[in-house]
């Protein structure tokens, strides 16, 4: 019998590339979202519009599913996440918590919950050469303030409801995730998409702003990757949280000259430090995924960036 499987966030980034990665791998697909998907049609069998804050939709949600991917969260870049700590915790909690104990009552069989680099604490990331972090130093716990802190206190929602009610529960923490079909503009946006629009609306010779100096670091990964990582943890036994990304950590100097290279443009960089720039420095330790998984993620930073910058080029150059 086909296996039935719910995405929450079917209409945002990852959920939609990873509601047809599933559709390709036979499976039958629900997706729920508040919105559809942007910028191409959803593959999946059904798609419900429907607000997973309230208790009501998630039971509609999960009904007749065999397993659950969760990734519906009100979320976006740094920009985003500084400025509205108070709306993300009230609706990730509701939408977190109401869709385990939905899960729970509908003996969903296999439920992920989709968390983040931001839960490592802010102690261990002060400099931009830092250490990859790995699973275990989420603790003593100094998250993101607000949302990383909702993710951090998810995780442990699912551990609970794994020990306590025998769902089996998994938790990946991604390392900024990036490729086509992400929102690239509006303030949602995260660095990777942020930089390929500048570029892209920028003429040869001029000058984009950075956020901060430009010298803080992170890892990217491409969509392609994480939704086959997500998939083969589902079918791992490994219940813990575990980190997904890459472990090629570089500077946003080196982001914008890597996309400037990829656009044939010359291009300046304006350093504005009134604007928030997260976190100094952060790697993916990518041992336990290895070993976990006998994998890790293989598309190269600019093979990703280079497919990433063209649709983004074409959907500015549409408009
Ligand atoms: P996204 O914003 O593109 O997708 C999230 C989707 O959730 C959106 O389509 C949004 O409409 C939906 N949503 C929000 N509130 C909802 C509600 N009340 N009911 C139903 N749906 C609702 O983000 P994404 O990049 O695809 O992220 C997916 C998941 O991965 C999220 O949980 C996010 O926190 C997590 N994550 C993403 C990254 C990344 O780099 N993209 C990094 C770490 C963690």
Not at 254 to 277: A, C, N, Y
């Amino acid at each position: 019998m086909t296996t039935k499987v719910l995405v929450t966030g079917a209409g945002g980034f990852i959920g939609h590339h990873l509601v047809n990665e599933l559709k390709s791998k036979g499976y039958y697909v629900r997706g729920v979202d508040i919105v559809h998907p942007e910028y191409a049609a959803t593959r999946a069998d059904e798609f419900e519009i429907l607000d997973l804050r309230r208790w009501d939709a998630c039971l509609q949600a999960v009904r007749g599913m065999d397993q659950v991917y969760n990734l519906a969260a009100n979320m976006g870049g740094i920009g985003f996440i500084e400025s509205n700590k108070a709306l993300i915790v009230h609706d990730n909690t509701l939408i977190n918590i109401h869709m385990l104990e939905a899960a729970r009552l509908n003996n969903i069989k296999k439920y992920l919950y989709t968390s983040s680099a931001c839960i490592y604490p802010g102690y261990l990331q002060k400099s931009p050469d830092i250490q990859p972090l790995k699973e275990e130093q989420a603790y003593p716990a100094d998250a993101e303030d607000g949302y990383g802190w909702e993710k951090l206190y998810t995780e442990r929602a699912c551990r609970h409801y794994m020990e306590d009610y025998g769902m089996a529960t998994y938790s990946v923490r991604f390392h900024n995730i990036f490729g086509p079909l992400g929102t690239y503009d509006g303030g949602r946006e995260k660095s990777p998409a942020a930089i390929c629009r500048k570029i892209a609306m920028a003429a040869d010779g001029d000058t984009i702003e950075v956020w901060g100096d430009g010298l803080q670091t992170r890892s990217y990964c491409y969509v392609d990757d994480c939704v086959e990582g997500i998939y083969r943890l589902m079918q791992s036994d490994f219940h813990d949280p575990i980190n997904l990304g890459q472990d090629r950590m570089i500077s946003i100097n080196e982001l914008v000259d890597i996309v400037s290279k990829i656009s044939g443009k010359t291009i300046h960089r304006r350093h504005d430090l009134t604007k928030p720039q997260g976190v100094r420095g952060r790697n993916s330790d990518n041992t336990l995924l290895r070993e976990v998984l006998n994998w890790e993620p293989k598309v190269s930073l600019e093979d990703g960036l280079k497919l990433t910058y063209e649709w983004i080029s074409k959907q500015i150059n549409n408009k």
